[in-house]
């Protein structure tokens, strides 16, 4: 497992992770907590281009890179490799607009720091981090050359009510604690619920089922998207008592069908049986990154910075 020792310096080396040279940036010396990134640099090889990849909810950049080699697999391709660490640090609820403020304060200081203006960029993440990325290619003024995320909720209507309805159905067991904290973060964070504030899930949700005016979706435009989600509707019966209303699947598939049909025919679905696995210890868990095949994502990644030049 990987070890990482938090300073409060504004940055420092991590020499000989897997064998690449590593860098924790702070953006506030005196605050290690939040509003960093942490960069995986290319070894002996021009940069090429750069890539954010954003972790789940609770996710720091350490359990990131426990999770999934694809990090250090960028660098190796000869991108800059970035993991920020947002606003509301491993809490940060990456839709929102102090996390979308602190993604974009990331990026441009990346940007500046190291002259890359101009070079493609790609951004990416895993369950919210996902949802994050999406966020900001909507409304990025430069766009990103590809986006990609991983199991993503994106419809936070859906992801309410269906949190909601777990809780009535609990009973007389404890309800998912998880669930409880969602509703009350998603009802702090969209400043209300669907019932008395819905324009505002329409305006912060990276898509929406319900909006007929299909606002989010449009902002999406054409930029190139993979979406991965591993829909295991029988493991999540079993072992969380979820259904399909209670997983991100639905949603994932429904806002790649909406861009096929308004023309971005670079947007796709990636559905993945049985790959879904959680290190360190492997257990099984269809939401999870290990449902990417990196080194297929890659070769995607690569063929659509070819085909912006």
């Known amino acids: 497992m990987l070890k990482f020792k938090l300073t409060l310096f ?5 020499i000989n992770v897997f064998g690449q040279k590593m860098e924790v940036v702070f953006l506030d010396q005196t605050d290690s907590t939040r509003n960093n990134y942490t960069i995986i640099y290319p070894d002996n090889k021009p940069i090429t ?12 950049a350490e359990r990131t890179l426990e ?22 640090g491993v809490q940060s609820f990456g839709v929102d607009d102090l996390s979308q403020e602190s993604l974009n304060n990331i990026i441009q200081d990346v940007t500046n720091k190291h002259k890359l203006s101009g070079l493609p960029f790609f951004i990416g ?30 419809d936070f209507e859906r992801f ?37 504030s819905l324009s505002n ?15 989010a979706v449009k902002r999406f435009g054409n930029i190139p998207l993979r979406i991965y989600t591993e829909p295991d509707v029988d493991w999540w019966l079993k072992e969380r008592d979820f259904d ?26 990636i559905v993945t049986n049985n ?9 099984r868990h269809p939401h999870s990154w290990s449902i990417v095949d990196n080194d297929d994502l890659l070769i995607w990644l690569i063929e659509q910075k070819e085909a912006s030049r």
């Open 49 to 60: 281009g750069l890539i954010f990849i954003i972790p789940g909810f609770g996710q720091s």
């Open 67 to 88: 999770q999934t080699d694809l990090p250090i697999k960028t660098a190796e391709k000869g991108l800059l490799t970035i993991i920020p660490t947002l606003q509301d």
């Open 125 to 154: 993440g895993f369950s919210i981090g996902g949802s994050c990325a999406i966020k900001y290619a909507q409304n990025a003024k430069v766009k990103p050359v590809a986006v990609f995320a991983v199991d993503p909720p994106l």
């Open 244 to 269: 399909f209303s209670n997983i991100n699947g639905p949603d994932c598939s429904a806002m790649i069908n909406e861009l096929n049909r308004l023309g971005n025919n670079k947007a796709e679905l």
């Open 275 to 283: 790959k879904g696995y959680r290190k360190p210890y492997n257990n």
């Open 10 to 14: 504004s940055c420092f080396f991590l």
């Open 201 to 215: 899930f329409y305006a912060i949700s990276p898509y929406s089922f319900s909006d007929h005016n299909q606002t």
């Open 160 to 196: 309410y009510n269906s949190s909601k309805r777990d809780i009535r159905l609990s009973l007389d067991r404890e309800p998912s604690q998880e669930n409880v904290y969602m509703v009350e973060r998603i009802e702090k964070e969209f400043n209300g619920t669907p019932e008395t």
